[in-house]
């Protein structure tokens, strides 16, 4: 298991803000002077001497950093304004596509984000392939080409009155939430970031139910799930619920659970939790639970290179179709863990977009738990590999395949039928893995490919070695 960056349970960026001004503070060439803290001692920080100070939270604009484009006419003729979409962890990998995919599509946006995601990677030495601008630069940017703002919010939903001030300030009419902690084998490092896991993603989503129910209670919630919830079971998976016979009598309950990491399952508590909470408080949420996601380029990413997404090719945060285009690009073996059987469901991140803009437009009613599954095909890891060596052939890449020890404990030859056809139901019309598709992605990876850290290419964070303490990086 690769060593980490000492840290405590868990760290936040620490952010400072005056009444006239509003000054970052984080890591590398996108932040300024990192200060790292636990929560508690960060908490102690803000209410030293017993005044109360807000100095992780500040709200933000974009200014224009050239001169602004005229802003897009709306086609629609309605005189109803603007739905008003708060995208919480709005600075990540799916969060910044669907920020702009909306913000071009009419709707007023909010990002709301502790930028930890950011932290992750100066702790653990990674790097995205690609080079990303910070936030602020990025919805500068926006506003100049578009002259659309996006809103910002820099904190930490687990801070319930930062979360609450945000709400009452922005006023949502429908909450994105995809601000939690994404990485399985993150979770799975050792103890300090399971619990951080659990806790950041359990408790964040605990408080934006609560912040729905006092400030919004028209508000709509779209969560982002995971199909990750369902397992592999040797029975086709339902979208979120079954209908049961048993012993004569007949029911309708939720689909049952198998998550396979820490990080699985505190998605299983957040949609546990939520179907509570529309039930007794009569919130309306739709969860999306949502396959691997692969690609980088949006028609809004695509604009200016200063909007371009991040894209992760490490074992940590890397997903498979991404990571094995990256291998290919630098001619490292596709690794394949164990028999390679393991299958899941795909999706492109326009269609992760998409998908977002499809439960928006069409919201849950009060009191409804919707569970739509977000994928729109099914690959072994076998397939993947076999597509990526075909489409890389063709570019001229010497394409390889190596089989890794599998560091997870799952299923590596099973059956899978997954169900998803409410999204299509609803408009969807889907970006299939093409071989246009993957050869844009190879590009995309060739491209980039200098920034590429082999080292972070094998897999490093076993499940069954899981650590009691917190592992520190090997220089």
Sequence with gaps: MAHLLSASYPSVISLSTSKNSVQPFGLGQTFFNAQLFSRSSLKGLLFQDKKPRRSCVFRATAVP?????????????????PKRVMVIGGDGYC???????????????????????????????????????SIHDRISRWKALTGKSIELYVGDICDFEFLAESF??????????????????YSMIDRSRAVFTQHNNVIGTLNVLFAIKEFGEECHLVKLGTM???????????????????????????????????YHLSKVHDSHNIAFTCKAWGIRATDLNQGV???????????????????????????A?????????????????????????????????????????????????????QFTEQFSVNELATLVTKAGSKLGLDVKKMTVPNPRVEAEEHYYNAKHTKLMELGLEPHYLSESLLDSLLNFAVQFKDRVDTKQIMPSVSWKKIGVKTKSMTA
């Design 65 to 81: 950093i050239t001169q602004q484009a005229p802003p897009e006419t709306s086609t629609d003729n309605s005189s109803s304004k």
């Design 95 to 133: 969060g910044w596509a669907t920020a702009l995919h909306l913000s071009k599509k009419n709707y007023e946006v909010c990002i709301v984000d502790n930028l930890v995601r950011r932290l992750f990677d100066h702790q653990l030495g990674l790097e995205s392939l690609t080079p990303i601008a």
């Design 168 to 185: 009452k300030s922005f006023e949502p009419d429908s909450v994105v939430h995809f601000g939690e902690q994404r990485s399985a084998p």
């Design 228 to 262: 990750g919830e369902y397992g592999t079971p040797n029975i086709d998976i339902e979208e979120g619920y079954i209908t049961i016979t048993h012993n004569g009598r007949t029911d309708t309950l939720p689909y049952p659970k198998q998550a396979s990491s820490f």
């Design 293 to 319: 996601v692969y690609g980088v380029k949006t028609d809004e990413t695509e604009m200016h290179e200063e909007l371009r997404n991040r894209l992760d090719y490490d074992a940590v945060f890397g997903t």
């Design 321 to 373: 179709l991404n990571r094995f285009c990256v291998q290919a690009a630098v001619g490292h073996p596709l690794t394949v863990y164990g028999k390679g059987g393991q299958t899941r469901g795909y999706l492109d991140i326009r269609d992760t977009v998409q998908c977002v803009e499809i439960a928006i437009a069409n919201p849950a009613k009060a009191g409804e738990f919707r569970v739509f599954n």
